[in-house]
């Protein structure tokens, strides 16, 4: 039920963009993506609601894809506050429990 | 400022020494989690409640206890803690359980069972 990220870590240098996946074997009401950095308790970033609804941090820019129950976090123009590790959670119904990915680890370096 | 407050934010214990972790909001959210997190495994649920008097098991519940009195309190109990308890625990809450709602998470307690 877990779901699956990809890829497990990527490195980048300021101004790169990168996409980090979130996949799923189910059929998902919804997809949450929180960043943590090093030491910090995970942060919200954005909500992707079957049906189109998302709202999220203005820079932050994501897709959900409900045919192949896949999501995708675009990351443009990174910078050196993005790095940290990336959690997808997945819903599989309104009110069933968030279940998270084991985690994507972004590196951006000057 | 609305916050999630877990106390205490370090441990040291040992096997078998009774322990409580506890954790509060100020945002009369309905629903709150606790999550461990270990290396390689992401953030693992353990229980949830989804109100007061209303608690579920998450993926990972064995070894562990949970009360939800009072709307803002969701304490975890370790009746027996184990060595393999050692983790980064974190609280969390939400309006609700996902959908549109984002949960806000506490600053972690880290727990060591020798």
């Known amino acids: 039920q877990q779901p699956v990220q990809s890829p497990q870590a990527v490195i980048l240098r300021e101004g790169e963009d990168a996409v980090i996946n979130c996949s799923s074997s189910?059929?998902?009401?919804?997809v949450h993506w929180y960043r943590q950095k090093h030491g910090e308790a995970p942060v919200f970033l954005m909500i992707l609601l079957k049906g189109g609804e998302q709202k999220g941090h203005d820079k932050i820019s994501a897709s959900f894809n409900e045919k192949k129950q896949q999501s995708s976090l675009y990351l443009t123009a990174s910078q050196l506050s993005y790095s940290g590790t990336y959690f997808c959670?997945?819903?599989?119904?309104?009110?069933?429990?968030?279940?998270f990915g084991k985690g994507t680890t972004l590196s951006v370096s000057s | 400022e609305a916050q999630v407050t877990q106390n205490p934010r370090y441990l040291i214990t040992v096997t078998g020494k009774k322990l409580t972790v506890t954790c509060s909001q100020n945002m009369n959210h309905e629903y709150m989690s606790w999550y461990r997190q270990d290396p390689g495994l992401g953030l693992r649920q353990i229980y949830y409640s989804m109100n007061v008097e209303v608690t579920d098991k998450g993926d990972v519940p064995e070894g562990y206890k949970v009360s939800r009195k009072e709307k803002r309190n969701f304490p975890l109990i370790l009746e027996s803690p184990s060595p393999n308890q050692t983790s980064l625990y974190f609280c969390?809450?939400?309006?609700?359980?996902?959908?549109?709602?984002?949960?806000?998470f506490g600053p972690g307690t880290r727990l060591t069972v020798t």
């Open positions: 189910k059929a998902l009401y919804s």
């Open positions: 959670g997945t819903e599989l119904g309104a009110g069933t429990a968030l279940i």
């Open positions: 969390a809450s939400s309006s609700s359980p996902g959908g549109f709602y984002e949960q806000y």
